[in-house]
């Protein structure tokens, strides 16, 4: 339930940012300008992540992810490549994820960045980690191309 209310709201907000009244001119905003539909989109990319890695739906989770990012491993092994960290996660053993204490910030038009309270159950155990993640924007698309502990 609370999954399909989450989307219905960023569907009607990302509806409400893209509709033009008729015979209205949409200009495309300057390039040094920030557009609030990108800090949807990183929003969007995070919600992917979070509910990706729960679902154990491994294509998905990796679609948010940037060939050459760096993520920090949920088995202690570091900081991992993208493939790497895809095997950790078919492993499956998180059951609960949670990101809170959410700072989103959209720095430039191409690069953001999401510092959060990473907290989950892998194998019984709770587990609570501050992360940073780093997105860029490549193409269309915001994708995670970094996710590294950050020191208290």
């Known amino acids: ?22 015979g209205a001119q949409q200009t495309p905003p300057p390039q040094n300008v920030l557009d609030i539909r990108d800090e949807f989109e990183v929003a969007r990319a995070m919600d992917v992540y979070a509910t990706s890695i729960v679902r154990r739906e491994i294509d998905k989770l990796m679609s948010v992810f940037a060939d050459d990012a760096v993520i920090v491993s949920k088995a202690g092994k570091g900081m991992v490549s993208k493939g790497e960290f895809r095997k950790e996660m078919e492993q499956g053993t998180i059951q609960r994820l949670l990101i809170a204490e959410v700072e989103l910030r959209v720095e430039s038009p191409r690069t953001a960045t999401v510092a959060g309270t990473e907290r989950y159950t892998s194998g019984g155990e709770r587990r609570s980690e501050r992360l940073l993640w780093r997105l860029e924007k490549r193409g269309d698309q915001w994708l995670i191309v970094e996710v590294r502990p950050v020191k208290p």
């Open 1 to 22: 339930m609370r999954d399909a209310a989450t989307r219905a709201l960023w569907l009607g907000a990302l509806f409400l940012l893209a509709w033009t009244p008729s």
